[in-house]
Structures are given as structure tokens and as C-alpha cells.
């Protein structure tokens, strides 16, 4: 009978208030299991298949470890989509880190207060009135 296991995972570079949860049933496979990372990371501009996953006991307070899963002694890759959770994870202690997810260079979420949005826009406004070509056209207008 299939049970529902709670995946506490932890984004390669990220600190532990980055920790996060993934609920699967121990019937799913791996490749559920990246779906399923991906969307609760945000990771967008990845596809599910690329994302690797490292299976880890890691303390939270040793999330600066995760920024090269290999170096955690007893990580091992998820490499096979098609295993099952039930083979993979056999105890998950809930106050460990289970999962590293290492995303392929240059896919990682970028993240910044949203206060800076107005002011980002309003930089390029400001830019562009003062160097119109930059778009490859001239503001002149002729009749």
C-alpha cells in the first residue's frame, strides 16, 4: 500500500530558510518527483529532465554544503527516473534535508524584492529617452 512521504529539498546554493517540502506517495517515481521539485521551486526555465537530484541527510544549519552535493558524505545521485520512492527513500528523519537539486548552470532563479520592479522600469525609461538608438530608431519626426 502506497504512503505519502513528506521530501524536505533544498536548492544547490540556497540557505535553509529555502527549505521546502514535497509531498509524493511512495507508489510515484523519481521522474514525479523532479515535476513535482520543479514547479515548487520555481524553477521555469528548466526542463524536469535536466534537474538533478542528490539524496542527502543534511542538517539545515549545513545547508552551505549543498552548493557541491558531492562533497556530502553518503550523497547519492537520483539518476534513474524510473525508480521508485519507496526504493529510494526508506527513512526520512523530518528534520533533515532529503533532497539537494542541482539545476544546470545558468538555469537558477534569479529573486529580488518587488519594490525594485518601478524603479528597474523607470531605469530604462530614463535610458532610453536619453539614447533613443539604442532600439534602432530616431525620435525625429518628419512630415
Given amino acids: 500500500m502506497a504512503t505519502l512521504s513528506s521530501i524536505n529539498c533544498l536548492v ?3 540557505g535553509p530558510d529555502k527549505i521546502f517540502v514535497v509531498e509524493i506517495s511512495s507508489d510515484k517515481k523519481v521522474a514525479i518527483l523532479k515535476d513535482l521539485i520543479k ?3 520555481h524553477l521555469k526555465s528548466v526542463g524536469a529532465k535536466d534537474i538533478r537530484l542528490f539524496k542527502v541527510l543534511l542538517a539545515p544549519e549545513e545547508a552551505g554544503r549543498a552548493s557541491d552535493p558531492l562533497q556530502i558524505q553518503g550523497a547519492q ?3 534513474s527516473p524510473l ?3 519507496s526504493a529510494v527513500f526508506e527513512d526520512l528523519p523530518e528534520d533533515k534535508v532529503h533532497v539537494v537539486v542541482f ?6 532563479r534569479v529573486s529580488f ?3 525594485l520592479v518601478p524603479i528597474l522600469c523607470l531605469y530604462s525609461l530614463i ?3 536619453s539614447n533613443p538608438q539604442t532600439l534602432g530608431f ?3 519626426i518628419t512630415a
Fill in 12 to 14: 544547490s546554493g540556497e
Fill in 83 to 85: 525508480a521508485k520512492m
Fill in 138 to 140: 530616431s525620435p525625429s
Fill in 127 to 129: 535610458t532610453l529617452s
Fill in 77 to 79: 545521485e537520483l539518476s
Fill in 113 to 115: 524584492p518587488l519594490f
Fill in 39 to 41: 514547479e515548487k521551486a
Fill in 103 to 108: 539545476a544546470p548552470t545558468g538555469e537558477r
